[in-house]
């Protein structure tokens, strides 16, 4: 079998999951994104929303103006980081042959959120947001901060990378960047006051619901390239799923394929956290969930399937913490998507033995 991947991934007696399952996935995420924009103070209708959005009239000229100035760029960051994120999770738990693995597993994250603390620990004015109080400047300082902070991590991750080559020595690397992080923000925050607390606490937490049009022209082409490029690498991946050796017998260059999926996760990673906060569990669950739904490890479905399932837990998890009826303030995102990514890390802790990685021709 010269040239040629051993066959199958899509076996004929399962064919059928991938249009059924895509087809759940995408009515899913119309359905997430269009109770996302009709959620808040003033509620609108689903079919008044889609309406809006397909330049109908609204019943009240009001609405309009809250579906597309204030409720439409975070739907559009629900799914645009949801599928981005779920999307590097696959690519990263492949890379690394580590079922645990996800975007932020560089310490791509704690960098950030080092770099937005020392902004918004150090900046007078507080408020109900995660940068309340701060003006145009301000926010964008501390998203400039968080993606200096996440780079600067990346590029001590990959200095250690390029000397030492093991991925798995890379995973470690990272998680101990991740902790020196951690750490000193731990040391900011022991000496701050407790009113710059809160913007930090919230800035960690995750959340869609403040992003503002400026901020998505940011955040969502980041994103987009990270989705739109993931199919490319499909057949790399699926390669890898037999090993590095096999596929550098295959005419695939490794390392740039390891450097290149670092370097486009980690930034996507690194954006994120700096517009939206931590958003957790998405990269890590969505890909085990779409492997299970469609019995398969192949990236030419797992891939778009990810996107799609990634995008749907945001929209659903940020429609949930925002009308949980429990508080008159919004739950954190990361408070939901950790009821879903818990459990799913459980499963493929008590079923990694049993599963078998299948390839693709």
């Not at 770099?115 to 309340?132: D, F, H, K, Y």
């Not at 993606?147 to 890379?170: C, D, E, K, N, W």
């Not at 994103?223 to 993931?230: K, Q, R």
Request: charged share 10%.
């Amino acid at each position: 079998m010269h040239g040629q991947v051993p066959r199958t991934i899509v076996e004929k007696q399962t064919a059928w999951r991938v249009p059924v399952v895509f087809g759940l996935l995408v009515v899913v995420v119309v359905l997430g994104f269009l109770l996302l924009i009709g959620q808040g103070s003033v509620a609108i209708p689903i079919d008044e929303v889609a309406s809006i959005l397909l330049g109908g009239e609204p019943a009240r000229a009001v609405h309009e103006t809250i579906v597309f100035d204030a409720r439409l760029p975070k739907a559009l960051t629900a799914v645009a980081a949801g599928a981005a994120l779920a999307v590097g999770g696959a690519q990263m738990q492949t890379l690394f042959r580590n079922p645990l693995a996800d975007p932020f597993v560089l310490g791509v994250s704690s960098g950030a959120t080092l770099g937005a603390a020392v902004v918004i620990l150090g900046t007078a004015g507080s408020g109900a947001g995660w940068l309340g109080g701060l003006d145009a400047i301000g926010r964008f300082g501390v998203a400039g901060a968080a993606v200096f902070g996440a780079a600067a991590t990346l590029l001590l991750a990959l200095l250690f990378a390029r000397r030492v080559g093991s991925p798995v020595t890379v995973l470690i690397v990272g998680v101990m960047f991740g902790y020196l992080a951690g750490a000193m923000v731990d040391v900011l925050t022991y000496y701050a006051d407790p009113e710059r607390l809160r913007g930090l606490a919230q800035f960690s937490r995750g959340t869609v619901r403040d992003v503002t049009w400026d901020e998505l022209r940011i955040v969502g082409p980041v994103c987009f390239v990270v989705t739109l490029a993931a199919p490319f690498m499909a057949k790399p991946l699926n390669l890898l799923l037999l090993g590095e050796r096999y596929a550098s017998t295959m005419g695939i260059e490794v390392r740039r394929v390891q450097f290149l999926t670092l370097i486009s996760v980690a930034v996507l990673a690194g954006v994120t956290t700096a517009f939206c906060g931590g958003i957790g569990f998405v990269g890590l669950a969505a890909p085990h969930l779409v492997r299970g739904l469609l019995k398969t490890s192949d990236h030419r479905v797992v891939l778009p399937a990810a996107a799609l399932l990634g995008a749907a837990i945001v929209l659903v998890a940020e429609y949930l913490a925002g009308g949980n009826g429990l508080t008159d303030t919004a739950l954190p995102l990361n408070s939901i998507t950790a009821f879903i990514g818990a459990p799913v890390v459980l499963w493929v802790l008590l079923r990694r033995r049993q599963e078998t990685a299948q390839v693709p021709t």
